[in-house]
């Protein structure tokens, strides 16, 4: 007898394989949709600064860093899991393969979730009871899903975004410096730029500390 389709067995391989393809080409499709959004958030933040508004910018530029880093550490996962799945000893690495598979889906929820439409976006800059009331969910969202070094980039793409809005050209590079000077120029700036987000963490850090905290529920 020869063998038939219902003899044929898929192997977890194969399996394996094509959960991979399926999250892959989900995540391409949600990184088309998902760029339509960080450009909008970006335009909400260049607006709000334009009239004073810091940090509604700050709230859209922090929800654009987020987005962006689940697309990023998803399509990082899916590479590592390409690697593991061509793997001539699948079956010691199966469990782990399997594992990933499971984290990257939950992490397509996630970023699905994140792509609410414009209208959601349009939000960020709203000023009715129900937009406020989404941007502080939003903002709880991120306090926990950000780390400090995501906020501290934050921050300068931020600042890089108010000297745009203010007309503020960057300094000049000097076509032939000297190398002792160029060096103290990039020590300087480097220094400057650690202080700043020390003083940044510490700010989010007292913050947290006086932030009130949540009144106990009613048996």
């Known amino acids: 007898m020869g063998n038939t389709p219902s003899s044929q067995k898929i192997s977890a391989q194969d399996r394996a394989i094509l959960e991979m393809k399926v999250q892959r080409d989900k ?10 959004i960080t450009d909008r958030e970006t335009a909400i933040a260049r ?7 810091r940090s509604k910018a700050l709230l859209a530029l922090r929800r654009k860093k987020y987005q962006e880093s ?38 397509l929820k996630q970023i699905h979730a994140e792509m609410g439409g414009i209208e959601n976006v349009e939000k960020l800059m709203g000023e009715s009871a129900d937009a406020i009331a989404y941007q502080k969910e939003i903002s709880e969202m991120l306090g926990g899903q950000m780390s ?26 000097p076509m032939l410096p000297e190398a002792p000077d ?19 963490a510490r700010e989010r850090a007292k913050e ?5 905290a949540a009144e106990p529920m009613l048996a």
Do not use: M, W
């Not at 607006?47 to 508004?53: I, N, P, T, V, Y």
């Not at 400090?148 to 590079?173: F, S, T």
């Not at 947290?208 to 009130?212: E, F, G, I, R, V």
């Open 27 to 36: 995540l391409h499709q949600y990184q088309k949709r998902i760029t339509l």
């Open 47 to 53: 607006e709000c600064l334009s009239r004073g508004d």
């Open 70 to 107: 689940l697309l990023a550490k998803t399509d990082a996962q899916l590479e590592q899991l390409q690697r593991l799945t061509s793997d001539v000893e699948f079956a010691a690495v199966q469990k782990d393969v399997i594992y990933g598979l499971q984290q990257g889906t939950k992490v």
């Open 148 to 173: 400090n070094e995501d906020e501290d980039e934050v921050e300068d793409e931020l600042d890089a975004l108010q000297r745009e809005v203010n007309g503020v050209k960057e300094p000049e590079v």
């Open 182 to 200: 160029t060096e103290l120029e990039t020590e300087d700036s480097q220094n400057a730029q650690a202080e700043r987000r020390k003083a940044r």
């Open 208 to 212: 947290q500390s006086t932030a009130p």
